[in-house]
């Protein structure tokens, strides 16, 4: 049974650039959530991905945008990187109704210089 | 406030001991709470889930939740050098949304 995958592992990049992070969802899953993990903090909710829609939005700015395709795979994609992007970006798949229990990929690792 | 709070730790048991986990949540309609573990540079990895007041078990671990006081636990018996780890608590706010405590550091000494 494949688990939630994701790619790149880790990624740098320079304040101004653009990044894409990608994620597959556990096999049977169709929803997908992505989170920013800070250091020494726990994930914070970035939005959630059902049906190729947006279904739910966290406190983040509109630099930060996603897509989910019809494999329900997704997107999360981050313009203009500000040095207090670097974190550990995660993403987790469930079953859509209710978002029950969320399982998580092995997360992205973004620095950026 | 913070929507789901954790105390603060870091938790020192010895081996063998019990490690005890607190967590409160300010949603009265949370309705799912979650305890995940990391791993350092690691992502977090469900150990339990409870949806119902009471005590939860599932081997060495017992998760418990009661709703009037809007308390979380987790309990470690027996605890392993292996158990040494962040455990995040988490609540479902409106059906989608996972909301973290900053979580709490435990060590297991040898």
């Known amino acids: 049974d494949a688990g939630v995958t994701q790619s790149p592992t880790h990624l740098i990049k320079t304040r101004g650039q653009q990044v894409t992070l990608r994620c597959s969802p556990k096999s049977g899953h169709d929803t997908v959530s992505w989170y920013q993990q800070a250091l020494g903090q726990g994930p914070q909710f970035i939005f959630q991905?059902?049906?190729?829609?947006?279904?739910q939005r966290g406190n983040f700015p509109d630099r930060f945008s996603g897509h989910q395709f019809p494999n329900y795979s997704s997107e999360l994609n981050v313009n203009a990187l500000l040095l207090g992007d670097s974190a550990l970006y995660l993403c987790?798949?469930?079953?859509?109704?209710?978002?029950?229990?969320?399982?998580f990929g092995p997360g992205t690792r973004l620095t950026v210089l | 406030q913070k929507e789901v709070e954790q105390n603060s730790g870091p938790l020192s048991v010895p081996e063998g001991a019990i490690a005890s986990l607190n967590c409160t949540y300010s949603d009265r309609g949370s309705q799912s709470f979650f305890w995940y573990r990391q791993y350092s540079g690691k992502s977090p990895e469900l150990i339990m889930s409870i949806y119902s007041n009471g005590d939860k078990e599932d081997g060495r671990f017992t998760a418990q939740l009661n709703k009037a006081s809007q308390y979380v636990s987790l309990l470690i018996r027996d605890s392993q050098p292996s158990d040494s780890a962040t455990y995040l608590c988490?609540?479902?706010?409106?059906?989608?949304?996972?909301?973290f405590g900053a979580g709490t550091t435990v060590t297991v000494r040898a």
């Open positions: 988490a609540g479902l706010l409106n059906d989608y949304k996972l909301s």
């Open positions: 987790a798949s469930s079953l859509p109704v209710p978002t029950d229990t969320q399982y």
């Open positions: 991905y059902y049906e190729e829609e947006e279904r």
